[in-house]
């Protein structure tokens, strides 16, 4: 099954018929978006995609990139863009109600200090988060994720939490 993403980039006309009509374009989304530890918010664009390019707010991406720290280690890393993409087209499916962030760059240190967490964990480098909505089906959010993504799908059922990456295509539940 083809994603959305690599059916509106794709190649032929067709794909870019659809990156250039402005109904189309992807990267238009307002986050909403709550840090569960801390219950730090932000709400607003980050990225809008015009014609042919995005634009970066770059202080909305300063401060979300605070929000997403290493909390433990209190670093701030600068998380990827396209992981940024991927949760507002997650939100798209849901907006009347705040992603919550359960776990964002971690470094080195702080992943080695979590039970079960990956040697090679995106989180480190900016490319993964943990993350649920509250009152809202984990099972229902995997769906989303999935259908909007490239990259892994983990879900934590037992934990309430769904995990999203840039990383390589595939799933897994724990």
Do not use: C
């Not at 015009?50 to 929000?67: M, T, V, Y």
């Not at 670093?75 to 087209?89: A, K, P, S």
């Amino acid at each position: 099954m083809q994603s959305r993403r690599k059916f509106l980039l794709g190649s032929g006309s067709a794909g870019i018929t659809a990156l250039a009509s402005p109904a189309l374009a992807i990267g238009n989304f307002d986050l909403n978006i709550i840090r569960q530890r801390t219950n730090e918010t932000f709400q607003g664009d980050v990225m809008r995609q015009g014609l042919f390019k995005k634009r970066i707010d770059g202080a909305a991406l300063k401060r979300l990139n605070q929000l997403m720290r290493d909390l433990r280690a209190d670093v701030v890393h600068d998380m990827d863009l396209d992981l940024i993409d991927l949760i507002g087209r997650i939100q798209r499916h849901i907006p009347d109600r705040p992603l919550m962030i359960t776990s964002a760059y971690r470094t080195k240190a702080t992943n080695n200090a979590i039970r079960g967490s990956s040697r090679g964990s995106l989180h480190m480098d900016g490319k993964a988060l943990d993350i649920r909505v509250p009152g809202f089906s984990t099972r229902k959010l995997r769906k989303i994720a999935r259908a909007e993504s490239d990259g892994g799908v983990g879900w934590y059922p037992r934990r309430d939490f769904i995990h999203v990456d840039t990383g390589p295509n595939r799933d897994w539940r724990r």
